[in-house]
C-alpha cells in the first residue's frame, strides 16, 4: 500500500473522515441551512402575525429564500475568494524568500526543529531531506511559519454553491405550510416544522464532531426560537401601533 493511501486508511480509521472528502465545506452546508431556516422562519412569522395574509407571506418567503441564498451564495464566494487570494500571495512570497535566501531559510528550519525537541545530531538529517524537495520545503514553511497548509485551501465556487443550496432547502422548509394550509394552522406547523428540522440537524452535527447530540439540536432550537419570537412580537407591535 503506498503511503498516501495507508495515511487515509488510518484517518478513515481513527476520525471517520475520508482526506480530501469534503469536509472542507461542512461550514457553509450548517451555515447555510442554519440561516435559511432561522431567518426565513422568523421573518414569516412576523408578517404572518402582522399581515394575516398567507399570499403576503408566500410572496415573503420566496422573495427572502432568492435574495438572501444569492446574497449569501455572493458574500461566501467574495470572502473565500478573497482568503484564498490572501493567502496565495503570502505563499507566493514565501517561495520567493527560499529561493532568494536559502540560507536563511535553513537556519530557520534548524530553529524551528531545534524548539520541537530534536537533537543537534537529528536535525541535519530533517533539515537536509526538506531542503532537498522544493515543494515540501515550501509546504513545511508555510505551515510552521504561515501557520497555511496548502493542501486545505479555500475553494470559492464550491462554497458559494454549498452556501447558496444550504440556504435555499432550509428557507423552504417553514415557507411549505403556508402553500398547503390555512394561514392559522400554517404558522404553528411552519415553526414545528422549522423548529424539528433544527434539532435533526443540530444533532447530526453534534453526531459529526461528536459532542451532545441533544444538546446540539437544542441549542438550534433555542437560537430559532427566539428569532421567531422577536418576528412575532415586531409582527404585532406593527398590525397594533402602525398599521
Same mark, same amino acid.
Given at each position: 500500500?503506498? #503511503?498516501?493511501? +495507508?495515511?487515509?486508511? &488510518? ?11 469534503? &469536509?472542507?465545506?461542512?461550514?457553509? !452546508? ?12 422568523? /421573518? ?15 410572496? =415573503? ?11 449569501? !451564495? =455572493? ?37 524551528? *526543529? ?8 537529528? @536535525?541535519?538529517?530533517?533539515?537536509? &531531506?526538506?531542503?532537498?524537495? #522544493? ?10 511559519? @504561515?501557520?497555511?497548509? #496548502? ?15 444550504? *440556504? ?9 405550510? *403556508? ?11 411552519? $415553526? ?17 464532531? &461528536? ?8 441549542? $438550534?432550537? /433555542?437560537?430559532?426560537?427566539? /428569532? =421567531? ?11 397594533? +401601533?402602525?398599521?
Amino acid at each position: 500500500m503506498e #503511503p498516501s493511501q +495507508w495515511l487515509a486508511s &488510518r484517518v478513515r480509521e481513527h476520525h471517520g473522515i475520508q482526506v480530501g472528502g469534503g &469536509r472542507e465545506w461542512v461550514r457553509e !452546508a450548517v451555515f447555510g441551512t442554519q440561516d435559511g431556516l432561522i431567518s426565513t422562519v422568523g /421573518a414569516l412569522t412576523g408578517i404572518a402575525a402582522g399581515t394575516h395574509n398567507a399570499q403576503a407571506v408566500v410572496v =415573503a418567503g420566496f422573495v427572502i429564500i432568492v435574495v438572501e441564498s444569492l446574497s449569501m !451564495a =455572493a458574500g461566501s464566494y467574495l470572502s473565500s475568494k478573497s482568503q484564498h487570494e490572501y493567502l496565495q500571495r503570502l505563499l507566493k512570497e514565501e517561495e520567493e524568500e527560499i529561493a532568494r535566501d536559502p540560507e536563511g531559510e535553513r537556519q530557520e528550519l534548524e530553529e524551528m *526543529y531545534r524548539a520541537r525537541g530534536f537533537t543537534e545530531s537529528e @536535525l541535519p538529517i530533517v533539515v537536509n &531531506r526538506i531542503m532537498s524537495n #522544493p515543494k515540501l520545503l515550501l509546504e513545511d514553511m508555510a505551515h510552521k511559519e @504561515l501557520g497555511i497548509i #496548502p493542501a486545505a485551501e479555500e475553494q470559492p465556487l464550491r462554497n458559494a454553491f454549498v452556501m447558496g443550496t444550504a *440556504y435555499v432547502c432550509g428557507g423552504l422548509v417553514p415557507v411549505l405550510p *403556508y402553500l398547503l394550509l390555512p394561514l392559522a394552522q400554517a404558522m404553528p406547523v411552519s $415553526m414545528v416544522a422549522a423548529f424539528g428540522t433544527l434539532f435533526i440537524f443540530g444533532s447530526l452535527k453534534g453526531r459529526l464532531v &461528536r459532542t451532545s447530540w441533544w444538546r446540539s439540536g437544542l441549542e $438550534m432550537v /433555542a437560537v430559532a426560537g427566539t /428569532a =421567531a419570537l422577536a418576528g412575532f412580537i415586531i409582527g404585532r407591535v406593527v398590525d397594533r +401601533w402602525i398599521v
